[in-house]
């Protein structure tokens, strides 16, 4: 009578099979319209990412792969080849229908360091404006409204501003990342000033000078973390940005929660245990007790169940609205000092912490969000994903331009949501306050 | 003669009315109840020369009036088997061989289990030695790490197993070719509703045919009265609800779908499994008995847990509170009773003589004290109710009262008209009736149609349809008080996918088109099924 566990993997291999069937018959119908139709705009991609998600995409849309010295219409590039394009010394020009999927100067949102620099700089200017968003809170450096990331300092160069800070509360745990990596790497907890002196004092060690040329924030550790079933977690979201200048931002609703595999615990003793700290993939995967079937990853909308069935509804409402507050205002941040390119669009995986009094708190933004599929649910997940940027940056007819007014119609979106378009808000203001409102209303006298 | 009639109405009101008095004692709150009694009584406000008016004033303003209305309204609903005021026709029937089957099948589990335990040298059950108990004691709230060695452990059956038993069933008055194979379920004679019944002359989910707006189709749909949209009107009239605590307004309430924030609540009022201070106790006696006792159903509950919650990326995060949850049910004696002694129980229940202990009374114990013996997939019964309440405790109770309800048939083979081989046949005759076609394609490629959805069926769909689909469908179960929902909803889903299935002609295809139910909406869909009669 004994059952075999084979039967929990059917759902895996049958997911494969009905992908597949699907993926053939969307190529079908593809090449059956650019056989009738114009046959000259041949549409040509490029990627330097050889992931089957992004290759397949292209491929069902009857797009044909060419190399980076070919005529393309889209790449999809790392960071290092945008930069190459975008830099003086190459002089590449890019022309009216083609696209690449990163801004030259990203990195004014996905450097810790220079992400901070700008909500701070973002803040002051407002403030100066005398704008009611930035309200002062209770304390110094608080505001009411945006504090929405933890206080932060740069390192080496803040050092004395951040002993100032540490020397307020010295019971806090802080959070140090080197600036320019990803993925969890180099990262440790303090809760010690001394700690830090002595790690200081070591990278200064002039047998490694590579060390002493790398900058780190360091950041106050949100230590109450909301858990659930004991574990922490972080919310990775994804947002397309069409346009900095007026920003046009959308926001992809499949996110998901990366679980760590072991329960959270603030002792000294768990203080340099990564597992129960670090959310990353990336660092979570090594762990004894990663589990490959799920990764470790819980969908939004189920968080989204579990939060308003146990905590309520206003307050969850509050929390989602918040977590749009604190990403429409990062963007805001950075808007000014983007270099604005037509040819671009640029997804990022935002990382935010919803602390115990679900508060959330943006954590860092990516450039180049992991495509790696750890699951088959993460596969169809990240899939969508690439095929929905696709849609939502690619002109109805299907072919890259640049002179098209990037409003894509409703049915482009898939599974995204408009967060904010500047261009219509504004529309729409002017249609309020002009004829048309006042047209309307009149119809009702 | 209609003297007669009301006379012989009387008789019976006043023998339940007997009875009730007399049972009510020995329910769970039936202690507080009276204390609380007592105490008004006692009061100021009851008057002696007017005892009974004003003690029913008080009861009244008290909110004691409406828990002793529920209480007898959870005292009908376990009286009652399941809207089985049935239609005589399964007395006429001789359904003795089902009552065989089962009494069978229990001792085949038992058997397994026996010898599960002398291959793996393990006894059924012994005191817990100190250091273990030390070391569950200090784990409890993360059982995950609780680290044994359970690979030589198997599950000790799976649904198809199951249903392999229900398929070998032989009605001894049906006659047929003696190697025929069991296609269907329908030598079996139990009485099973068409779906102009289950609409009409029953009443049954009447809500969903008429077009009523209900929550799980869009919640943004416009309201009939002066809310912003439709789930403002169900929030608004479920806190309304919810105050006046009748468990009666909440299960019709229920008809219509529960707005999140508030079916935890909505639940465990129909179900009468509001946590109190006694059920606190309670609770806490079980975790000792677990602490207390090693038995062998330990090692299968966790690696239940492990197989089915640990793997599954909608409840891994609750893991750790299924393990406490599962464990605890095993050592619950309440649940003993009722499912022992439904009819569709075999009555077959082991016991255990504590290793290295004599043969006597005080060291022998039913085995395991709940009488259930989980199977593969057993936890997904409570995985849903992770999403409802945070308290482990709350949880338990809900998880509880809905198995006793509705879900220990499931995995017996019992007669009754809620029963799992009742439920596969409706299955049948309503895949016959409205899917003639794919009844007969699944005929010519030789594919028993029940054998695609028996997994759904004897889940309820947990885990298979992402949680809050499931919780609208559970919903709709608690609101009508009856499973046929489910076979209902699994046609429905054939019904949905049909085009898909006529082009597919072998059980590994068939599968694939329905492995992924998780772009379904449960309750759109069971409305578009019912509209259409």
């Not at chain 1, 080496?156 to 745990?173: I, L």
């Not at chain 2, 005589?88 to 085949?108: C, F, G, H, N, P």
């Not at chain 2, 307004?249 to 129909?270: C, D, M, N, T, Y």
């Not at chain 2, 606190?280 to 062998?296: A, G, H, P, R």
Request: glycine fraction near 4%; include cysteine.
């Amino acid at each position: 009578m004994a059952s075999s566990t084979v039967a929990e993997n059917k759902r895996v291999t049958n997911l494969n099979v009905s992908s597949h069937i699907n993926h053939s018959r969307k190529v079908l119908n593809i090449y059956r319209v650019s056989a009738s139709g114009t046959d000259k705009t041949k549409v040509t991609f490029c990627t330097d990412v050889d992931k089957s998600v992004i290759v397949h995409n292209f491929e069902k849309r009857g797009w044909v792969q060419v190399g980076p010295e070919d005529d393309w219409n889209f790449y999809w590039a790392v960071t290092q080849s945008c930069r190459n394009i975008f830099s003086v010394e190459t002089g590449y020009r890019m022309d009216d229908k083609q696209l690449i999927n990163h801004f030259p100067n990203h990195y004014e949102l996905t450097r810790k360091d220079l992400l901070v620099k700008n909500i701070k700089r973002y803040r002051k200017e407002l403030e100066r404006e005398g704008n009611p968003l930035a309200e002062r809170g209770d304390g110094p450096g608080k505001y009411l409204y945006l504090d929405f990331i933890p206080v932060t300092f740069v390192l080496p160069a803040d050092y004395n501003m951040f002993v100032e800070e540490y020397r307020k509360s010295p019971q806090s745990t802080w959070i140090m990342k080197p600036c320019g990596k990803s993925q969890g790497a180099g990262i440790f907890l303090i809760n010690k000033l001394s700690k830090l002196k002595k790690w200081s004092r070591e990278a200064k060690n002039p047998f490694n000078p590579n060390l002493t040329k790398e900058s780190y924030v360091i950041s106050r550790y949100i230590d109450n973390p909301l858990l659930i079933g004991g574990k922490k977690f972080d919310l990775r979201l994804y947002v397309l940005i069409t346009s900095f200048r007026p920003l046009k931002a959308y926001l992809f609703k499949l996110g998901f929660c990366r679980f760590c595999t072991v329960k959270y615990d603030t002792s000294i003793q768990e203080l340099d245990n990564m597992y129960v700290h670090l959310t990353n993939v990336s660092v979570q995967k090594h762990g004894e007790e990663y589990n490959s079937k799920h990764g470790g990853k819980l969908s939004v909308h189920n968080l989204r169940l579990y939060l308003e069935s146990t905590r309520g509804k206003a307050v969850t409402e509050k929390l989602f609205a918040n977590i749009t507050w604190c990403i429409i205002h990062s963007l805001k941040a950075v808007a000014p000092v983007m270099a604005n390119d037509r040819h671009c669009f640029e997804c990022y995986g935002y990382d935010i912490i919803i602390d115990n009094d679900l508060k959330p708190w943006l954590i860092e933004v990516n450039a180049s969000p992991s495509l790696t599929s750890t699951t088959v649910n993460d596969r169809i997940l990240k899939y969508k994903l690439i095929d929905n940027i696709i849609s939502i940056v690619v002109p109805p007819d299907g072919v890259p331009d640049v002179k098209w007014n990037k409003c894509p119609p409703p049915e482009a979106l898939g599974n995204f949501e408009l967060l904010l378009d500047e261009e219509l808000a504004a529309q729409e203001e002017k249609e309020y306050s002009s004829g048309k409102y006042r047209s309307s209303s009149s119809k009702w006298k | 003669m209609a003297e007669n009639i009301g006379e012989s109405r009387k008789i019976s009101l006043q023998k339940s009315a007997e009875r009730l008095t007399e049972e009510i004692q020995s329910m769970a709150n039936y202690k507080n109840l009276y204390t609380e009694i007592q105490k008004l009584v006692a009061s100021t406000a009851v008057k002696r020369e007017d005892f009974k008016n004003t003690l029913l004033e008080v009861l009244k303003n008290n909110g004691l009036e409406t828990e002793i209305r529920n209480t007898v309204f959870h005292w009908v609903r376990s009286q009652g088997s399941l809207s089985a005021v049935s239609e005589a026709s399964t007395e006429e029937v001789d359904l003795t061989y089902l009552k065989k089957a089962q009494i069978q099948w229990e001792r085949r589990i038992q058997k397994s289990l026996n010898s599960t335990c002398n291959e793996l040298n393990v006894p059924l059950a012994r005191i817990r030695p100190n250091a273990d108990r030390e070391e569950v004691a200090e784990k409890w709230n993360e059982l995950s790490t609780y680290d044994i060695d359970l690979s030589q452990y198997r599950p000790l059956y799976a649904p198809k197993d199951f249903l392999d038993v229900l398929f070998s069933i032989r009605n001894p008055s049906f006659k047929k070719q003696p190697n025929e194979l069991n296609w269907e379920f329908g030598h079996i004679q139990i009485r099973v509703k068409t779906l102009t019944q289950l609409v009409l002359h029953r009443h049954l989910y009447v809500d969903l045919t008429k077009g009523m707006s209900l929550l799980g189709v869009n919640p943004d749909m416009p309201s009939s009265e002066n809310f912003t949209n439709l789930e403002e009107e169900r929030i608004y009239i479920s806190e309304k609800v919810l105050k006046s605590n009748h468990a009666p307004i909440a299960q019709e309430f229920l008809k219509r779908g529960a707005p999140r924030a508030l079916r935890g609540r909505l639940w465990s009022l129909v179900l009468g499994s509001t946590v109190k201070q006694n059920d606190l106790e309670y609770y806490e006696e079980l975790k000792n008995m677990v602490l207390q006792y090693d038995i062998v159903i330990d090692k299968l509950i966790i690696k239940d847990v492990q197989l089915t919650a640990r793997n599954d990326d909608q409840y891994f995060v609750f893991e750790d509170v299924l393990y406490k949850t599962m464990l605890c049910f095993s050592r619950d004696s309440e649940v003993l009773a009722p499912v022992t002694t439904d009819r569709s129980a075999g009555g077959q229940v082991i016991h255990a003589v504590l290793q290295g202990k004599p043969a006597t009374l005080e060291n022998t114990l039913v085995f395991p004290p709940s009488g259930v013996i989980p199977f593969h997939g057993f936890t997904m019964y409570a995985t849903p109710f992770c999403y409802l309440y945070d308290d482990p405790c709350a949880m338990y109770y809900t998880f509880r009262a809905f198995y006793l309800r509705y879900w220990f048939r499931l995995h017996t083979v019992s007669s009754h008209e809620q029963g799992i081989v009742a439920l596969c046949l409706l299955f049948e005759r309503l895949l016959q009736c409205h899917e003639p076609l794919l009844w007969i394609h699944c005929r010519n490629i030789h594919i028993q149609p029940v054998k695609i959805v028996f997994k759904w069926i004897m889940r309820g769909f947990s885990g298979h349809l992402p949680p809050e689909q499931l919780l609208y469908l559970w919903d709709l179960i608690l609101g009508y008080d009856s499973l046929e929902i489910i076979p209902l909803l699994a046609v429905t889903i054939l019904s949905f996918r049909k085009e898909n299935l006529m082009q597919v002609n072998n059980q590994q295809s068939v599968e694939a088109v329905l492995a992924d139910l998780s772009s379904l909406k449960v309750v759109p869909l069971l409305q578009l099924a019912l509209l259409r009669e």
